[in-house]
């Protein structure tokens, strides 16, 4: 038989949990309405032809954009972290953003769920928006040092952005802060490597790929940095099934129409698929 002061009653459940009493408890307080600003989110979606297709596109778009929002944000946090020696609070942060990147490449599985003939019913909608002008995809792409100042002009018309991509251009990247950590920790690495332009995307380097050998192969005397390896080799992985994901389903929503932004459309991101961020990381399975 069950203790009486371990059950609730009807009336009790009813009292406690009813609609009316629940949103009487809630006056004048926060509610998870309004800490999320449900309001501005929900009512963020403006279609322009009224294609029943247009939502998905809006609300996917959106929600990737938050989803990189979130990205930045982690990345951010681990700049210093990289910068002083601390490198296991920066795993929990890489942990994140590979489940971050997870979400962005299923995405695209929802967008494929559109077919060519859904697309163009409201593509003349869209004018001159193309997923290229992503400022936040353009920042995640220099923090991790896929650098090219011609990409920023397409945000000329809005300074605030164009700013803040010009400091992200100009600075170290993290795979930058990652190669400066190794020569603190006693690798060879090249002057070049450690004082540069830091807005002009670096070349593989030798002294590089030597330093990335030796911790491979000492993976126990180095295994914060062979961890750390792993960590970025699986970033890089997952951005270039992102952009696969990308192309494939471009290509199979377009074919291989010109871009709404005027870009060559699945060419400019065929070519995009090849791009190694940490190229040394992928070189030393060769040397080994």
Partial sequence: MSDPKQTLGEDEIGGRFSG??????????????????????????????GAHDETLFFILHQVKELWMKLMIHELTAAFPLIRDDDLRPAFKIFARVKRIQENLIQAWHILTTMTPTDYLAFRDGLGKSSGFQSFQYRSIE??????????????????????????????????????????????????????????????????????????????????????????????????????????????????????????SGVGYLRRAVDIRLFPELWEVRTTL
């Fill in 142 to 263: 220099f923090m991790f040092g896929n650098k090219n100042r011609g990409m920023i002009k397409t945000h000329a018309h809005r300074p605030d952005i164009h700013a803040r991509l010009v400091e992200l251009l100009e600075r170290p990247s993290l795979y930058d802060e990652v190669i400066k950590l190794l020569a603190r920790r006693g690798f060879a690495i090249d002057a070049g490597c450690l004082d540069r332009d830091w807005s002009v995307a670096r070349e593989p380097n030798d002294s590089v790929l030597a330093a990335w050998t030796a911790i491979y192969q000492n993976s126990r005397e180095y295994w914060d940095l062979y961890e750390l390896a792993e960590n970025l080799l699986d970033i890089d992985d997952l951005f270039q099934t992102w952009r696969f994901r990308h192309a494939n389903t471009v290509e199979r929503v377009i074919g291989h129409k010109i871009g709404t932004g005027g870009t």
């Fill in 20 to 49: 009316e009493r629940y949103h009487a408890d809630l006056e004048g307080q926060l509610s998870y309405h309004d800490f999320l600003q449900l309001d501005k989110i929900l009512d963020a979606q403006t279609p322009v032809t």
